[in-house]
């Protein structure tokens, strides 16, 4: 088979292929549909091209035979033709749905992990803290006043170690998700963020039920890369965050009024690690969500995050 370059290069292919199937070219014709099919896949052709393709390729042929015996024979082998040809895309889309439930274990399954980390660093070493708090304490009541001053700094030292791991715990998996749920959980997360680099956060929310799991997790990670992006980058004073949902979708907003920048012209230079874009999209493919991004230079940028509404209402129940 001769290779194409381009729809219309396919287009010419797809129908001498068609014509010679019609007129008896047998399985092995039928085997070059197939064939011709993953020469359209690889050059990004789509399926209503694919579709539309076939129907100018029969009508020319159809055209060219009207008034010969056999043509309804010929619609019908030149629909299994057509289906030959799709099988391609139907493997494809069976490879990237297969991919897709991948990604999702291989999520959920980092999130366990994360969440196990978090639990030792949160329960297992704050525990010895306390021991060592306690130990320090006993010996301390043995030593002369110097040496108790110098026990007393070596305490106050355990205690910014205690709060870092506090926070660290937090930051790698806030209870507060699994116990109250997404909104709240990003209330927290804002409010640190708030506290460390100054920035004004508004928080809306009409959602008044809970969230599957993995689309809470998924969500709660999206906004927590966003505002690590906005710290890094934005330079913003203020930054908003809307939580919306219709029979449909649910929607996240993430604005802020920072720099902003020119979204082409950035993706091709930095690529997609520049603005930690390739883990969002990564969470949103495993749900079937998708990503929009708006910006230009001097008008800040705002990210809009969609979940179909069908992932998010298994599971999910009314808060009460």
């Not at 088979?1 to 014509?19: C, H, P, Q, R």
């Not at 060592?132 to 009541?141: D, N």
């Amino acid at each position: 088979m001769t290779v194409a370059n381009s729809t219309t290069d396919i287009k010419a292919l797809y129908t001498e292929a068609l014509e010679h199937y019609l007129s008896g070219g047998g399985e092995r014709a039928l085997r070059g549909a197939y064939e011709l099919g993953r020469l359209a896949l690889a050059s990004e052709v789509g399926l209503l091209d694919m579709a539309e393709l076939h129907h100018v390729a029969l009508s020319k042929i159809l055209t060219d035979d009207l008034g010969k015996d056999g043509v309804p024979l010929g619609l019908a082998d030149a629909s299994q033709f057509l289906a030959e040809s799709l099988s391609a895309y139907e493997m494809a889309y069976r490879g990237y749905r297969d991919a897709v439930a991948g990604l999702r274990c291989l999520n959920e399954a980092l999130e366990r992990e994360v969440r196990r980390i978090a639990h030792a660093v949160h329960d297992e070493a704050g525990q010895l803290l306390v021991v060592v708090h306690l130990a320090m304490a006993e010996i301390s009541r043995d030593l002369p006043p110097p040496a108790q001053a110098k026990v007393k700094d070596v305490t106050g030292l355990l205690h910014q170690v205690e709060e870092q791991l506090r926070e660290l715990s937090h930051g790698l998996r806030p209870t507060i998700l699994d116990d109250l749920g997404l909104v709240p959980a990003i209330r927290f997360v804002t409010e640190g963020v708030s506290k460390r680099f100054g920035l004004v956060i508004h928080v809306e929310s009409c959602l008044d039920f809970r969230l599957p799991p993995a689309v809470e997790t998924a969500l709660y990670r999206i906004v927590q890369e966003a505002l690590n992006n906005i710290t890094k980058h934005a330079g913003a004073r203020n930054v908003w965050i809307v939580l919306d949902c219709d029979t449909k979708k649910i929607v996240c907003a993430i604005r802020d009024n920072g720099v902003g920048f020119n979204v082409p012209a950035r993706l091709k230079e930095r690529g997609n690690r520049g603005l930690g874009l390739i883990g969002i999209q990564e969470r949103l493919s495993a749900l079937g969500g998708s990503l929009h991004i708006e910006s230009e230079p001097g008008s800040g940028t705002q990210l809009r995050i969609t979940v179909p509404r069908e992932n998010s209402n298994a599971n999910s129940r009314r808060l009460s």
